[in-house]
């Protein structure tokens, strides 16, 4: 499975952006997609989960109410929606899949997850 993701730039806070992942390969496998942010210096942290099929996702607290995951099955790709952008969300966003399940739950910890996409950089201007 191979994702690729796009869709970062600058924004001025309070604005919205889209990213996007687009997977390919055996994708049929497939459990769950997921989008991490690292900012620098800190920790990559999971900001929302969709489960492959669609229709099931989870947001962390920190993006709930102002981010949203979806998913479009005809294209096998993933959005994340960004709105009411903050400068703490700036951060390089990370798209990932999960082949193979670990535990029973949302998997949230970057452990979980089998497939990368690049990375693609998010900024927002105060």
């Known amino acids: 499975v191979q994702l690729q993701a796009s869709g970062g730039g600058l924004v001025q806070a309070g604005g919205s952006l889209r990213v996007s992942c687009v997977a390919s390969?055996?994708?049929?496998?497939?459990?769950?997609a997921g989008w991490f942010r690292q900012a620098p210096g800190k920790e990559r942290e999971v900001v929302a989960v969709?489960?492959?099929?669609?229709?099931?996702?989870w947001h962390a607290d920190s993006v709930k109410g102002r981010f949203t995951i979806s998913k479009d099955n005809a294209q096998d790709t993933v959005y994340l929606h960004m709105n009411r952008l903050k400068p703490e969300d700036t951060a390089v966003y990370y798209c990932?899949?999960?082949?193979?399940?670990?535990?029973?739950?949302?998997?949230?910890?970057?452990?979980?997850?089998?497939?990368w996409g690049q990375g693609t950089q998010v900024t927002v201007s105060s």
């Open positions: 990932a899949a999960q082949g193979r399940l670990r535990r029973v739950g949302v998997p949230t910890g970057t452990y979980e997850y089998d497939y």
């Open positions: 390969g055996r994708t049929s496998s497939l459990y769950f």
């Open positions: 969709t489960n492959w099929r669609g229709g099931h996702t």
